[in-house]
């Protein structure tokens, strides 16, 4: 039974550092050994890259948003890269060639990291800023981002993701709860040294730290800052550069995300080597802590359960962390078949906390058996 309590303490041990211990250590830290950016006025050239596949609903939108940007207009560029696109994406676009768009349509699908690499490679300006066709952008976003470059040290500059949860439903609320909770480990993260990965819907990257991403990438958000920390850069967060969405309103919505996003996740383990060598990779401690474990949590939870179970007997401690187990599953199962629960928030979080932990555990098995995982749907 000295096995059973072992592994029931390294579970539990696994589960408390990774979602507590953690984001509470790289806030002392952040606290009182904080590195600043040193922030400027600052006017490049720019070019905003946007990777499209088949979004006649959303890319004028996008456009306007993105020619809407406080900036000179001379210094900026939008690019717009059609991923195969056989909508009528291609031809709203080139309505605004006049306006300073550029089209990049290419005939195949391949993915967004093969465009992105495409597109990136023909840009000659100083930065560039990536973002997603869905989310928004506020009118300063391109500014703020810029300004973080004044300072040599940053490499890649995340914009922060603001969701709008009016008229959202309790799945919805749940989602933002938890991306609050993940932007509060990334603002302290970024005080520390970098970010483990960016907003993929708002970055920038300074030209000459991007390193062309295999074309099976299916976190360029996360693979193409940590190349530039690799190479001696910074990756920060900028929390006055906007970019707006509404939460995922369903399960099946964030369900795809997730589990793609958890493939990804698997993918950066199997294929970049250098962000596990200690020597290579300045913020180690952080990648592994805040994307590795995360991996693992879901299994530590089930490893939780099953050891409680097997030796509740010999304390009552153990008999009491069993009723508070029972107590967070019932919550979120609670919520799960009584959508009326959600006005109740700890069973708002409590359904979020499983499911998306459930999504993490399939996305291994994506990863295992989908090699187009890349290929976003």
């Known amino acids: 039974m000295v096995l059973i309590e072992t592994a029931f303490a390294v579970s539990l041990g696994m589960v408390v550092y990774t979602f507590i211990g953690y984001p509470l250590i790289i806030w002392i830290v952040a606290k009182f050994r904080p590195r600043l950016v040193r922030r400027a006025d600052f006017e490049p050239d720019v070019a905003i890259v946007i990777v499209a596949h088949n979004e006649m609903q959303n890319i004028e939108g996008k456009l306007e948003t993105c020619l809407a940007q406080d900036y000179p207009k001379e210094r900026i560029r939008v690019l717009v ?32 990291a093969a465009c992105l690499n495409d597109a990136i490679e023909s840009c000659s300006e100083e930065i560039i800023v990536l973002t997603d066709v869905r989310q928004r952008l506020d009118k300063d976003a391109v500014r703020s981002l810029v300004r973080n470059f004044s300072d040599p040290t940053i490499g890649a500059a995340s914009g922060t993701l603001e969701f709008k949860t ?28 970098s970010t483990v990965g960016v ?9 000459r730290c991007f390193r062309k991403i295999p074309n099976d990438t299916i976190l360029d958000d996360v693979v ?29 919505q964030e369900q795809a995300r997730k589990i793609r996003t958890a493939a990804g996740n698997y993918q950066l383990l199997a294929s970049h080597r250098s962000f596990l060598h200690p020597r290579k990779n300045p913020i180690l401690l952080q990648f592994v802590s805040h994307k590795i474990l995360r991996l693992f949590a ?80």
């Open 81 to 112: 890269a059609s991923d195969g696109s056989n909508d009528d994406t291609n031809e709203i676009v080139t309505t605004y060639v006049n306006l300073g768009v550029q089209l990049l349509a290419f005939d195949q699908r391949r993915g967004k």
């Open 166 to 193: 009016d008229g959202t439903t309790g799945f919805g609320r749940g989602v933002d709860a938890y991306w609050r909770y993940e932007l509060f480990i990334r603002r302290q993260e970024s005080c520390v040294h």
């Open 298 to 377: 879901p299994f530590c939870l089930a490893g939780l359960l099953l050891t409680n179970i097997l030796i509740i007997s010999y304390s009552p401690l153990y008999f009491w962390f069993l009723v508070a187990q029972a107590v967070g599953y019932a919550s979120a199962f609670i919520g799960l078949v009584w959508p009326r629960a959600d006005r109740f928030r700890v069973v708002t979080v409590a359904r979020a906390f499983l499911l998306l932990n459930w999504f993490a555990a399939l996305g291994l098995v994506e990863f295992l058996r989908n090699r187009a995982t890349h290929v976003w749907r």
């Open 199 to 207: 907003t993929g819907a708002l970055y920038a990257l300074r030209r």
């Open 224 to 252: 193409i800052p940590m190349n530039a920390v690799v190479d001696g850069y910074r990756a920060v967060l900028d929390e006055h550069a906007f970019a707006y969405d509404t939460p995922s309103q369903s399960r099946g």
